[in-house]
């Protein structure tokens, strides 16, 4: 399990060939600001957490140098699909990559299917959107993208699946910072 996803964050790397990499985990990336850092996060389910019907994906803030490309790799354990609806339906598609794709399961791709859609991780403010694919049953899938962090400031991101509670799906965990929405700091 461990050399797939090695195998993944490789593959991502290679499409976004950089001078320097420092792998992350959150914090700031790199005190002398390399062209590059990876932020690694995990996407878990609520019975996983303990909390059932509140998806989580850990390592929710972080902040990155203005310039820097940023790979962000999730692994998600989620198998439940969450459709999406009305004005997000836009959010299927691969958005604000530097190359118009992701990795997601060992494939290059620039949408996944809306109904094969688990999660998004969308940071409007810098125009970055990932689709989520729902990970097999009992297992996990790794979803890369890499986007240039080319704005100052603090962005928040949010999961524009209905994968929280309520009768729209949009309460719980998809209102609630650091569960299903977070930032990105983007510093000098």
Not at 152 to 169: D, E, K, Q, V
Request: overall charge positive.
């Amino acid at each position: 399990m461990k050399h797939a996803v090695t195998k993944i964050a490789a593959l991502a790397l290679a499409v976004a060939p950089v001078a320097a990499t420092t792998v992350t985990g959150g914090g700031v990336a790199g005190a002398a600001a390399p062209n590059h850092v990876v932020e690694h996060m995990r996407l878990i389910t609520g019975k996983m957490d303990g909390k059932p019907g509140w998806p989580k994906i850990t390592n929710s803030s972080w902040t990155v140098h203005k310039g820097q490309t940023v790979t962000v790799q999730i692994v998600s354990f989620d198998d439940g699909t969450a459709p999406l609806m009305g004005q997000y339906m836009k959010y299927d598609k691969v958005m604000g990559t530097v190359n118009g794709k992701e990795v997601a399961g060992g494939k290059m791709v620039n949408n996944v299917s809306d109904i094969n859609i688990a999660h998004t991780f969308t940071v409007t403010g810098l125009g970055f959107n990932m689709p989520i694919p729902v990970a097999p049953t009992g297992g996990h899938i790794v979803v890369t993208a890499s986007f240039k962090a080319n704005k100052l400031g603090t962005f928040t991101w949010n999961c524009y699946a209905p994968c929280g509670s309520g009768t729209n799906g949009m309460t719980g965990a998809m209102s609630t910072m650091s569960w299903m929405t977070g930032k990105v700091h983007v510093v000098k």
